[in-house]
Structures are given as structure tokens and as C-alpha cells.
């Protein structure tokens, strides 16, 4: 019994080994000798510098710190980024390919890595030169790490209204306000801030970049989390926070537009993590199935267990495919790609969200243990269906296209 209660190094095992993964699950399917080898080195990365410590981050909430800048030097800090400015220059589809495959080794540190790359892909695209420059290597280097800063305690869903205001004075601005749920809240060096800069509604405002540090910037406690314990979460407080004009991203009103693009990918990158959970839970499943008995045979020859894997199986792939064409969409500009990535970031949440509760499941009491991976994945991906856009929010996004015209 005890050879599968080490469930985080067996999984560690599974996934570097790439032993009994059924070719219908191989997640480098499809994909280009370019893209199959650095989905390798993440897998490699993943099991080797991730999974062995997934637990423990978990459980004493380390955010760790100096794994992340590893993954940075193989150029997982700015997938997206341009290469002129420190960043990998790879495509949305690549981006989702790696963040999948390391979401296997630790799905909460992953999901944190994809923030950031969002928050360096802002400044990267909407920033000018100098802003490019200032930032951009530090973060893409994780020298330094990015916080993104637009859910309020009264704004959540309802981004548009939020009301952390920042006045202009001179060539500074003047900050109030606070956000709610940051990702790296406080232990963070640099947040992408969106801020009201006008009248109400989205084209009142603005994304300013502030640094830790500046005078009036401050953080609230740490949260007591369900899941993603390998990365802090704190309130961001503004308070008469001086702010010069030259950190302003893009122009006066261009904030939630910027936002809104972000989220974009966001959504992608979010969903690649939920793949990478139930690609690692499958497995799991996969594992305990052949080597568990009960009622004198392994739980394998159980028909209706065995059903219930192959639809796990089939709804990964599903999801699989649904994120990597949003992907593609999105790379391509197509008209279509906000939707898409709607669809994909809703569909893959919730059914990644279900093939790890199923997999907990197959467990038995063993999977209710901290001792067992599969628990762990569960409770980090369970928020995947809350952030990035709530999955109701997804709906309206889809529906109203469907129905517009």
C-alpha cells in the first residue's frame, strides 16, 4: 500500500517518465518538433523542480521564489514577450503548451507564472520604449515579479465600475482606491493597476504601473485560502499613493480596453493550468486503478470504473483541443478570439474542475489525504472557475455574441 501513498513523487515519476500515458492522452499530439521539445522541458521541469514540492509549498504557503526564476532562465518568465526586451517571442498556442505541462509538476505556482507573463505581455505591447525597457528584463528574467491589479472589493465581475481613482497633478497622478484577491499581493515588486482616470464606465479608465515602494502604496493581510497556497493573496491599498504620468500605460481611457485584452490570453493561460491538473489526475487515476484491490482484483477490472476513466480521458482531450484552437485564434487576431477564448476558458475549467473531483473519487478515503496529489489538485483548480472571469461571466460573453445581429 505504501508504494502509491507517496502520490506527489509518483506523479512525478508518471510524468517525467512518461510511462503509461495512452497515446489518445499524449498531450504532444499535433504538435511541431519546436513545440514537442519545449513541452518536454517543461514536463521535465515540472517533474523534477515542481512536483517533489507541490505539497510542501501547499502546505507551509511558501511562493517559491527561486523555482520560478529556474523556470525564468528556460524562458518561462516572458513566453509571449518580445525577444528584444528579454522575452521568448513564442505563440499564444506555445504558451499554452508550457503552462499546461507545468501545471502537471504544480498547478497553483503555474497559475501564478501565467499572471505575471500576462502583466510583462502588457507592458511589453502597450508600453512605450522606455517603459519596455525599464520593465520588461527584470520580469522576464523573474529578477523581479508583476502582480495584475483590477478586481475591487466592490468590483469583481462588474470590472467596469470600479472606483480606485487616481487624479493628475502636474506630471504625477494621485492614487486612492484599494483591489481585492492580488495574486502576489505584497510580496511582488511591480502591479499593472487599472484605475478610474475619468467619467464612470469602462472609457474612464486608465492602467498605470506602479513599483513596491512608492510612497502610499501598502497591502493588506494575507488571505486563507482553499487552494493556490503556493502564491500569496493580499488586498493592494492606495492611499494619496504619487504615481508619475510616465508609468502610464497607453493613453488616458485606454485602461480597460488593455484590461480586457489581457484577459484574453489570461483566460487561455488559466485553462492551459486546468488541463495540466486533470492530465496529472488522470494519471493518478489511471495508477491507483491498476494498483488498488478490492473485493479480491484491482479496481482496473471494475467496468463502471473503467467508464468513468475513459470519460475523464475524453473530456481532458475535449478540453484540449477547445483551448488550443481559442489559442490559435487568439494568435491569429481572428474576429472571433475573444469568444473563443471564452468558450474554451469556461468549458476547460469546469470539466478540468470534474475529471480531478472524479479522480479524488477513484481514490477511495486515500484521496481525501494531504499525502495524495490528486486532493491538492482539486483545491487548486477549483478557483480556475471564479478568476479570469467568472465561468457565468463566460456565458454572457457567449450568449450576447450568439445573439447580437
Known amino acids: 500500500a505504501m508504494a502509491w501513498r507517496a502520490a506527489p513523487r509518483a506523479a512525478a515519476r508518471l510524468l517525467l517518465g512518461r510511462r503509461g500515458i495512452a497515446s489518445c492522452l499524449d498531450p504532444s499530439a499535433g504538435l511541431t518538433e519546436d513545440q514537442k521539445e519545449f513541452q518536454k522541458v517543461a514536463l521535465d521541469f515540472a517533474a523534477k523542480e515542481m512536483a517533489p514540492y507541490m505539497a510542501e509549498w501547499d502546505e507551509k504557503e511558501i511562493f517559491p521564489v527561486e523555482t520560478m526564476r529556474k523556470a ?6 516572458g513566453i509571449y514577450v518580445k525577444p528584444d526586451v528579454g522575452g521568448s517571442g513564442l505563440s499564444r498556442l506555445d504558451t499554452s ?31 512605450n520604449e522606455e517603459q519596455r525597457r525599464k520593465f520588461c528584463p527584470s520580469l522576464c528574467s523573474m529578477e523581479k515579479f508583476a502582480s495584475y491589479c483590477l478586481t475591487e472589493p466592490g468590483s469583481g465581475s462588474d470590472a467596469a465600475s470600479l472606483l480606485t481613482s487616481a487624479q493628475r497633478k502636474g506630471d504625477t497622478y494621485i492614487l486612492n482606491g484599494s483591489k481585492a484577491f492580488i495574486s502576489g499581493g505584497g510580496d511582488t515588486d511591480v502591479y499593472v493597476v487599472m484605475c478610474r482616470t475619468g467619467g464612470p464606465g469602462p472609457k474612464g479608465i486608465s492602467c498605470l504601473v506602479l513599483e513596491k515602494g512608492m510612497p502610499g502604496l501598502s497591502f493588506g493581510k494575507k488571505e486563507k485560502k482553499v487552494g493556490w497556497n503556493s502564491q500569496p493573496t493580499r488586498a493592494v491599498i492606495f492611499e494619496d499613493c504619487i504615481v508619475p504620468v510616465g508609468n502610464r500605460l497607453g493613453a488616458e481611457g ?6 480586457m485584452q489581457g484577459l484574453n490570453g489570461g483566460r487561455i ?3 492551459s493550468c486546468s488541463l495540466g491538473a486533470a492530465h496529472a489526475s488522470v494519471l493518478l487515476a489511471q495508477e491507483h486503478l491498476t494498483v488498488r484491490k478490492q473485493f479480491g482484483e484491482p479496481l482496473a477490472n471494475n467496468q463502471y470504473l473503467q467508464f468513468r476513466l475513459a470519460e475523464m480521458a475524453t473530456r481532458l482531450v475535449a478540453a484540449r483541443l477547445m483551448v488550443r484552437n481559442a489559442a490559435r485564434a487568439l494568435q491569429d487576431g481572428r474576429e472571433d478570439a475573444a469568444v473563443l477564448c471564452s ?4 468549458f476547460a475549467t469546469d470539466e478540468c474542475f470534474g475529471i480531478c473531483n472524479q479522480a479524488l473519487q477513484m481514490h477511495g478515503g486515500y484521496g481525501y489525504l494531504k499525502d495524495y496529489a490528486v486532493q491538492q489538485f482539486v483545491r487548486d483548480i477549483r478557483v480556475h472557475q471564479i478568476l479570469e472571469g467568472t465561468n457565468e461571466v463566460m456565458r454572457m460573453i457567449v450568449a450576447r455574441n450568439l445573439l447580437q445581429g
Request: aromatic share 12%.
Open 269 to 271: 493561460n488559466i485553462a
Open 72 to 77: 525564468a532562465q528556460l524562458g518561462f518568465g
Open 254 to 259: 485606454q485602461g480597460f480596453s488593455i484590461a
Open 97 to 127: 503548451i508550457i503552462f499546461e505541462a507545468l501545471s502537471t509538476g504544480c498547478a497553483s505556482t503555474t497559475a501564478y507564472m501565467s499572471i505575471h507573463n500576462m502583466c510583462v505581455w502588457m507592458i511589453d505591447t502597450f508600453g
Open 343 to 346: 468558450m474554451a476558458k469556461l
